[in-house]
């Protein structure tokens, strides 16, 4: 018997018995539906979590932070770490030139920035806003693949300027009556519906504060240790070189804070805190600040994701405190897979009872056509024929059934997405073609395999018992 002609009883037993057929398919679509549908809230899962990683520093990046005592609260004299351990009283570790320098030259690091933060508050006519200002070099900014809408990253080596977050607009609020209009008016509903304060980041000269604690205490009445009234502070006038491109609700990394060249932003804070502390920068024991500028964070950047965790390593035993995405990346990623393995195994119930459907329907078609197998193997044909003929009819319902149940899953996935737009902008349910492959091979495997029992018990059917059957 020719694969063809295999082919076209098992096609033409399945047309028979249509009804039969029907149902078992059914089975087959609401197993392959279930199981695909799980993995796929699993797989979205992974994929929304990852996006996000990408949007915070991807997977290559290190921040470094100063280990002032190795981040240890302290208990009877004696320093307490955070994993619990007593360990000596240590000097802090701070981030300075030299250890850029040495995170520089270390084997695999491309880029090693120091990371300045303060606060600062930017006034406008009536509108203010405090915000965090961050310096870092050219070379890290240009790193970080950030998209530009408007103007340029700040040039090395120049005069100060600002380039804003994409949502820096929204936390400007009016100083007389204290009302953001942005945060105040917002439609959780319709997002793209909102409300900005009436600023000109970009073409609008900006008033600048970096003496905040100053201002604060001016504006209500807060006096020296002589008792005399704090004056205000000056304010600085700081071009804008570019804006951040993205929506004012696009949360992403800096997106809310302003950028700067780190060496211009050292300059203007000797400048404005001369003589004073600036604002946190560490002090002696006088109380004095040092000559040096120390960093708050490094930013790190690796040339290849296998190398994080080794570097990592290499910056913490220099002292310092080193954190990376890959760490969250690997938790995610555990997680995920166990997710994906009990949402997967609620889906494999269905399919296996489907399973089980498809072995009932095909014993039944035995029973029913015992005549017919008893006259094959009286004309002579071949066992392994039978059993194959029987094999393809399993076969075929796993294959209609799986092919049914993916279009399905598609569907459900895409009105899971349509209800989870707000909170997951990429949709929650993702299948990937690897996923759509293997349940189509999957769906045709466990039709064979439920079929298998019931093909060896026709391929051994006596032939005169067969035909003697009424």
């Excluded at 606060?119 to 961050?134: D, K, T, Y």
Aim: glycine share 10%; hydrophobic share 40%.
């Amino acid at each position: 018997m020719s694969v063809r002609d295999l082919l076209k009883m098992s096609l033409s037993s399945l047309w028979r018995r249509k009804l039969r057929t029907i149902l078992t398919v059914l089975g087959v679509v609401i197993g392959t539906a279930s199981i695909v549908v799980m993995i796929s809230l699993g797989l979205g899962l992974n994929k929304v979590s990852m996006e996000q990683i990408e949007q915070y520093g991807g997977l290559t990046t290190i921040t470094v932070y100063a280990n002032e005592g190795d981040y240890s609260y302290y208990g009877g004299g004696v320093a307490v770490s955070v994993d619990g351990s007593e360990s000596d009283s240590q000097e802090p570790v701070r981030i300075d030139d030299t250890a850029i320098e040495q995170f520089k030259h270390m084997e695999h690091v491309e880029v090693a920035s120091p990371v300045l933060s303060t606060w600062i508050l930017l006034r406008q006519g009536v509108w203010e806003n405090s915000a965090s200002l961050r310096g870092m070099s050219r070379e890290a900014l240009e790193k970080m693949d950030i998209d530009i809408a408007e103007g340029s990253l700040p040039e090395e080596g120049g005069e100060l300027q600002f380039f804003y977050g994409n949502t820096v607009i929204t936390d400007f609020y009016n100083s007389k009556t204290g009302q953001n209009p942005f945060y105040d008016n917002y439609d959780y509903e319709n997002q793209d519906n909102y409300t900005l304060a009436d600023v000109d980041l970009m073409n609008t000269p900006m008033f600048v504060i970096f003496d905040t604690d100053a201002y604060y205490n001016a504006k209500y009445g807060g006096t020296d240790e002589n008792g005399n009234p704090i004056p205000a502070p000056k304010k600085y006038m700081v071009p804008a070189c570019g804006l951040m491109a993205g929506k004012p609700m696009e949360w992403g990394e800096n997106a809310n804070s302003i950028l700067c060249d780190v060496e211009a932003l050292k300059a203007h804070l000797k400048k404005v805190f001369k003589g004073k502390v600036i604002p946190g920068q560490p002090t002696n024991k006088s109380g004095k600040p040092y000559k040096e500028i120390y960093y708050n964070q490094a930013y790190i950047r690796v040339d290849d994701m296998d190398y994080v965790t080794e570097v990592q390593d290499q910056i913490r035993a220099l002292g310092f405190q080193a954190e990376s995405n890959v760490e969250w990346m690997n938790q995610v990623q555990e997680q995920s897979r166990s997710i994906q393995m009990a949402l997967g195994g609620i889906g494999a119930v269905s399919l296996f009872v489907a399973a089980i459907g498809i072995a009932n329907t095909m014993m039944m078609s035995i029973y029913e056509r015992t005549k017919e197998i008893g006259v094959m193997k009286v004309l002579g044909c071949d066992m392994g024929a039978i059993r194959n003929m029987f094999l393809a009819e399993a076969g075929f319902i796993g294959l209609i059934g799986g092919t049914v149940g993916l279009m399905l899953s598609y569907g459900i996935s895409a009105i899971i997405n349509f209800f989870t737009k707000a909170t997951y902008a990429s949709g929650i349910s993702y299948i990937p073609i690897v996923l759509v492959v293997l349940a189509m091979v999957f769906a045709v495997i466990m039709g064979m395999v439920a079929g298998l029992f019931p093909a060896l018990r026709a391929m051994r059917l006596s032939a005169l018992a067969a035909i003697r059957n009424e």
